[in-house]
T-cell receptor, first 109, second 113 residues
Framework: RKEVEQDPGPFNVPEGATVAFNCTYSNSASQSFFWYRQDCRKEPKLLMSVYSSGNEDGRFTAQLNRASQYISLLIRDSKLSDSATYLCVVNRNNNDMRFGAGTRLTVKP | NAGVTQTPKFQVLKTGQSMTLQCAQDMNHNSMYWYRQDPGMGLRLIYYSASEGTTDKGEVPNGYNVSRLNKREFSLRLESAAPSQTSVYFC????????????FGPGTRLTVL
């Protein structure tokens, strides 16, 4: 079983839709959590960190449920430019980051 | 300000050949990382360097060596390439270790025949 699991998708949604991704992690000692975004054939870039109380950045909302060991990302009012692969990332301890395989999102006009 | 740069962008090797992937960052970051990305697997950490002069193994270190040449540069060496090392290799850096944001280079696409 992978340490960080994501639904690979693809999620195909119309512009303006709300879409949610989930991610589960197996190591209960994990300390910090992130969502990275990766465009096709490009490098990953940090989208947002995920805090225990949940956090929002514009149209993006991230939630963490430590008891159930899952992280979620909600995107509201989807834009064409949101089309990308979203990587769930979990930090077990210093310098040991574990990446999920990613969830692919396509936003269509 | 170039961020993280990697050379080469593409490389084709024959089984048994050696090569070194170069990485440099101009952000004065302390920590640097090498990852590989394979379809359906996500990024996996090969080696990291928490600071100049130190290196440590990550999740998949076998078949690789690294050198933290100075604060800016972190190279990855394949001594005897194997087809299983066909992958996209990303170098990254961060000011400190996690949870600091990691900044990635554009990647090197390596094919081993």
């Amino acid at each position: 079983r992978k340490e960080v699991e994501q639904d690979p998708g693809p999620f195909n949604v119309p512009e303006g839709a709300t879409v949610a991704f989930n991610c589960t992690y197996s190591n209960s000692a994990s300390q910090s959590f992130f969502w990275y975004r990766q465009d096709c054939r490009k490098e990953p870039k940090l989208l947002m960190s995920v805090y225990s109380s949940g956090n929002e950045d514009g149209r993006f909302t991230a939630q963490l449920n430590r008891a159930s060991q899952y992280i979620s990302l909600l995107i509201r009012d989807s834009k064409l430019s949101d089309s990308a692969t979203y990587l769930c990332v979990v930090n077990r301890n210093n310098n040991d980051m574990r990446f999920g395989a990613g969830t692919r999102l396509t936003v269509k006009p | 300000n170039a961020g993280v740069t990697q050379t080469p962008k593409f490389q084709v090797l024959k089984t048994g050949q050696s090569m070194t992937l170069q990485c440099a960052q101009d952000m004065n970051h302390n920590s640097m990382y090498w990852y590989r990305q394979d379809p359906g697997m996500g990024l996996r950490l090969i080696y990291y360097s928490a600071s100049e002069g130190t290196t440590d193994k990550g999740e998949v270190p076998n078949g690789y060596n690294v050198s933290r040449l100075n604060k800016r540069e972190f190279s990855l060496r394949l001594e005897s390439a194997a087809p299983s090392q066909t992958s996209v290799y990303f170098c990254a850096s961060s000011l400190t270790g996690p949870p600091a944001e990691q900044f990635f280079g554009p990647g090197t696409r390596l094919t081993v025949l």
